[in-house]
């Protein structure tokens, strides 16, 4: 699987900005796919994840109720819709597929294929 970020910007505190994840291959709706960021200096953080079948989702705490994120398994595509964004959203943000969804085991290492990262940035 081969995954692409786009969408990023600059934005200011409190708009909302969307993120996509294209994929390509054909077993993509075998996959769970991730949403990681990292901010300078920080480590690669967890922010969202959904399972193949869009079933089920899990959001970081910091990003709970104001980020959502879908998948078009037809589209091969993966949204992050961002609202209400804070100036500690700013970072690089990562698309990632695993093999499977998991709320326990959602680190960077558990990942399978990361995309090129999209940066997003907040101003206040």
């Known amino acids: 699987v081969q995954l692409q970020a786009s969408g990023g910007g600059l934005v200011q505190a409190g708009d909302s900005l969307g993120l996509s994840c294209a994929a390509s291959?054909?077993?993509?709706?075998?996959?769970?796919i991730y949403w990681f960021r990292q901010a300078p200096g920080k480590e690669r953080e967890f922010v969202a994840g959904?399972?193949?079948?869009?079933?089920?989702?899990d959001y970081a705490d910091s990003v709970k109720g104001r980020f959502t994120i879908y998948r078009a398994n037809a589209e091969s595509m993966v949204d992050l819709q961002m609202n209400s964004l804070k100036p500690e959203d700013t970072a690089v943000y990562y698309c990632?597929?695993?093999?499977?969804?998991?709320?326990?085991?959602?680190?960077?290492?558990?990942?399978?294929?990361w995309g090129k990262g999209t940066q997003v940035t907040v101003s206040s």
């Open positions: 291959g054909r077993t993509f709706s075998t996959y769970a």
């Open positions: 990632a597929a695993g093999r499977t969804f998991s709320r326990l085991y959602k680190s960077p290492g558990d990942m399978d294929y």
């Open positions: 959904i399972s193949g079948a869009a079933t089920f989702t």
